[in-house]
């Protein structure tokens, strides 16, 4: 009876105490993976978040690269002495083009369309003309061409060369304007700029020159300086931990390259042969991309 009681004997206070003890230890142990899981993840959504911002970024703007439009992907500059040869060679009268330049468009092609200016006076400045634009209102006097502007400022003012601005600060800014394209002069501050990416250190555009086979920090000693051939962007970013992040992307316009140069001179000798070819020269006034107003 003694040993029947005996076995039948429960756990004493230490042992239930010492049970309690390990299995705090295992809750806690259990407690901190799933804290340090969870903080992991936010961590990493917020980095993911914020990366992604940096690569919309970069696409908006290829987006805008890729559609790049110029006659001058096609046809070389109109050149006025050039025409007047020409003519000369081929005994028929000179007529002077009409075109006027202006801000915008700064001269003709030979096929009289008015070429786009290409501007890129900062490092961190590219204005250019693209066919990227998608109108967003219905019957809006709008087409598929726009001027772009992507540039940095400082929250509501644009960034001057010869401010100081604390690190990553700046934020990537595109200025669009997709009406009245036609004018002469630029109107961006009348535009609302879209924010495409905050706590920028510095944005810097690169232009391939052909000669030297290497990217230029200036788009005038690049060897087509009329045009966008190739571009190397280059963002330095300060991500939420502080650190420097700093991303590059190079980018070509999707227009086919043509040795227009070439072009001219088989253009050349085939009037030689041809007296009844006509020669170049522009038309006059500004002739829009061809069509203008499709989607």
């Known amino acids: 009876m003694k040993n029947l009681l005996k076995s039948q004997r429960g756990f004493t206070l230490i042992e239930v105490l010492i049970a309690i003890t390990i299995l705090a230890f295992l809750m806690v142990g259990i407690y901190t993976i799933v804290s340090n899981s969870i903080e992991t993840k936010d961590r990493v959504l917020k980095e993911d978040k914020s990366f992604v911002q940096v690569m919309r970024a970069l696409d908006r703007l290829q987006s805008d690269l890729a559609q790049a439009w110029s006659p001058l992907y096609a046809h070389a500059k109109y050149n006025a002495t050039i025409a007047r040869e020409q003519a000369q060679q081929e005994q028929r009268e000179f007529v002077p083009s009409k075109f006027k330049a202006n801000e915008r468009f700064p001269f003709e092609s030979v096929t009289g369309r008015a070429a786009p200016a290409v501007i890129s006076e900062e490092k961190s400045e590219l204005i250019f003309f693209t066919a990227a634009n998608r109108r967003k209102l219905q019957d809006s006097k709008q087409s598929r061409y726009a001027w772009v502007k992507h540039s940095l400022r400082k929250k509501d003012k644009v960034v001057t060369s010869e401010e100081t601005i604390p690190e990553g600060e700046y934020e990537w800014i595109r200025t669009i304007q997709n009406t009245d394209l036609w004018e002469d002069q630029f109107n961006f501050d009348e535009s609302a700029p879209q924010v495409l990416l905050r706590s920028v250190k510095a944005l810097e555009f690169f232009f391939w020159d052909q000669r030297s086979e290497k990217f230029v920090d200036r788009l005038n000693d690049s060897s087509e300086k009329d045009i966008l051939k190739i571009v190397k962007a280059k963002v330095t970013w300060i991500d939420s931990d502080g650190q420097e992040q700093v991303f590059e992307r ?46």
């Open 250 to 295: 190079i980018i070509r316009p999707l227009w086919p390259k043509f040795d227009t140069k070439k072009d001219e001179e088989e253009k050349q000798i085939f009037r030689k042969t041809n007296t009844s070819g006509s020669g170049g020269g522009g038309t006059g006034g500004i002739i829009p991309p061809p069509d203008e107003g499709d989607e």
